[in-house]
């Protein structure tokens, strides 16, 4: 089993900077090289929408085109953490965030297994 948790949500006005926060264990996690790492979203009546993957292993990161240039994704092998960092936020990133693992290298939220409980962000305008 994987656990999953969100932290760094919270209230931002638009422009400003905002850094999510997942932290993972588990006994399965400990071969955490297997796994890819993502961040999804979603806002009230709006469909789970990808964000963001990074593979543990490898680094290699999978960015919604949309969020280019504004958000990044990250990790720390050490502590077993995921970041996403959120700069220049907009109204329309308001929404719950949501980390999830997978063995598989994806975008589509169907082919992940493992789910946080999810932090809201809400940017003001």
């Known amino acids: 089993q994987v656990q999953l948790a969100e932290s760094g949500g919270g209230l931002v006005q638009a422009g400003g900077s905002l850094r999510l926060a997942c932290a993972a264990a588990?006994?399965?996690?400990?071969?955490?090289?297997?796994?890819?790492m993502a961040w999804f979203r979603q806002a009230p009546g709006k469909e789970r929408e990808f964000v963001a993957a990074?593979?543990?292993?490898?680094?290699?990161?999978d960015l919604e085109d949309s969020m280019k240039g504004r958000f990044t994704i990250s990790r720390d092998n050490a502590k077993n953490i995921v970041y996403l960092q959120m700069n220049s936020v907009k109204p329309e990133d308001t929404a719950v965030y949501y980390c999830?693992?997978?063995?598989?290298?994806?975008?589509?939220?169907?082919?992940?297994?493992?789910w946080g409980q999810g932090t809201q962000v809400t940017v003001s305008s």
């Open positions: 990074i593979s543990w292993r490898t680094g290699m990161t």
């Open positions: 588990g006994r399965t996690f400990n071969n955490y090289g297997m796994w890819t």
């Open positions: 999830a693992a997978s063995t598989y290298r994806s975008t589509i939220y169907r082919n992940y297994d493992y």
